[in-house]
């Protein structure tokens, strides 16, 4: 038998580096969605594949994939309800939802899949974030809604 001695040297080096402590806290996201799309299926099943095994190495809790479904109607409104048509989709998506990421882990996670995004493939990325309080309060609601009644009592 043939035998390969494999030796790895590491270099230990001391590095000193300086931790800055920021004023503001990092931000925190609820559901980090990124939707990929790319005409070969395949492809974007092995991107798939490796985006989650990114997210589960870096300790992201990712979410199982959702599926889209055929579309399917009838050639005509009226008549002939046997008869349908299936209409078939040349681009395919992939919906990868992250949930409770930090804004540093998703800059790291989303830089690193970017980097590694194949050719023919288009990534979109919607961060979902909590609705701030002037936007979220009940008082500025009503007073939008008493508002708008006021306009349109006025015309």
Same mark, same amino acid.
């Given at each position: 038998p043939l035998y390969i001695n494999v030796s790895v040297c590491v270099c230990r080096t001391l590095i000193v580096s300086q931790v800055s402590l920021a004023e503001e806290p990092d931000a925190l996201y609820q559901k980090l969605t990124v939707r990929v799309k790319g005409h070969d299926r395949s492809v974007l099943d092995s991107y798939e594949f490796f985006v989650t095994l990114a997210a589960g190495e870096l300790g992201l809790k990712c979410e199982p994939p959702k599926h889209t479904d055929k579309l399917a109607l009838l050639k005509s409104v009226h008549i002939f309800k046997k008869h349908h048509v299936q209409y078939e989709t040349r681009t395919h998506q992939r919906r990868i939802e992250v949930s409770r990421v930090t804004g540093?882990?998703?800059?790291?996670?989303?830089e690193y899949i970017q980097r590694?995004?194949?050719? =023919? #493939?288009?990534?979109?990325?919607?961060?979902? /974030?909590?609705?701030?309080?002037?936007?979220?309060?009940? =008082? #500025?609601?009503?007073?939008?809604?008493?508002? /708008?009644?006021s306009v349109n009592h006025q015309s």
């Open positions: 540093s882990s998703a800059r790291v996670y989303l590694n995004l194949p050719e =023919g #493939v288009a990534m979109e990325v919607i961060k979902v /974030t909590k609705i701030p309080e002037h936007i979220h309060t009940p =008082g #500025v609601f009503l007073f939008l809604c008493a508002e /708008t009644r």
